[in-house]
């Protein structure tokens, strides 16, 4: 069955450093999500790409934010510069048009 | 603002006995709804969605959920639990399917022997 595929599974890094969390979506999806879930607390939409660029994106993702899909599998956050409070599970997820959700296992980011 | 919330944090439940796991949702329309499941170390895995028509929908592992508009609700049920079902729940709605989702904050259910 196809999944959506993590990687790596715990990053942690320094304060200011910049991160990267790389995703490989369902090969023939067509939508590609990032939420994160801070320990405790709700899961939270980030973003969501369509057609190589973003289509929505919440209060949360901000200039040190940002998404790429740099080839035809891959699709990635980066935290530019990385502070305390963005210590958390990063979920990746994609979907065909107007279909459900599949989810990634997570990153869970730790920043020291 | 749009919320979706899980009345219960924890629920504890014996083996083979039935369930139901609550949530309520704020939105200016009906919503497209989900339940979803996560066990420790997994990602989020979908149970059953509600989208339109009958309201009482299937999902995998003999979950189902019934959509009532006039509360707002969209519980969660089992007949007979498993130990496997130990995991926890999370209710999510959406104004389209391929939009952002809201989530709740999460059921934790154990299942005692």
């Known amino acids: 069955e196809p999944e959506v595929t993590q990687t790596p599974s715990h990053q942690v890094t320094q304060m200011g450093q910049e991160v990267i969390l790389r995703c490989v979506p369902i090969?023939?999806?067509?939508?590609f999500y990032w939420y994160r879930q801070i320990l405790g607390q709700k899961v939270e939409f980030l973003v969501s790409?369509?057609?190589?660029?973003?289509?929505?994106k919440s209060e949360i993702f901000d200039d040190q934010f940002s998404v790429e899909r740099p080839d035809g599998s891959n699709f990635t956050l980066k935290i530019r510069s990385t502070k305390l409070e963005d210590s958390a599970m990063y979920f990746c997820?994609?979907?065909?048009?107007?279909?459900?959700?599949?989810f990634g296992p997570g990153t869970r980011l730790t920043v020291l | 603002a749009q919320s979706v919330t899980q009345p219960d944090i924890h629920i504890t439940v014996s083996e083979g006995a039935s369930l139901e796991l609550r949530c309520n949702y704020s939105?200016?329309?009906?919503?497209?709804l989900f339940w979803y499941v996560q066990s420790p170390g997994q990602g989020l895995q979908l149970l059953l969605k509600?989208?339109?028509?009958?309201?009482l929908v299937q999902g995998i592992k003999g979950f189902e959920a019934e959509f009532k508009r006039s509360q707002s609700s969209f519980n969660l049920r089992k007949p007979s639990v498993h130990w496997s079902d130990a995991a926890e729940y999370f209710c999510?709605?959406?104004?389209?399917?391929?939009?952002?989702?809201?989530f709740g904050g999460g059921t934790r259910l154990m299942v005692k022997p």
């Open positions: 997820a994609s979907s065909e048009q107007y279909n459900e959700q599949f």
């Open positions: 090969s023939n999806h067509l939508y």
């Open positions: 790409f369509y057609n190589n660029e973003i289509s929505e």
């Open positions: 939105y200016g329309a009906t919503p497209y």
């Open positions: 509600y989208f339109s028509g009958d309201t």
């Open positions: 999510a709605a959406g104004n389209n399917a391929g939009n952002m989702l809201t």
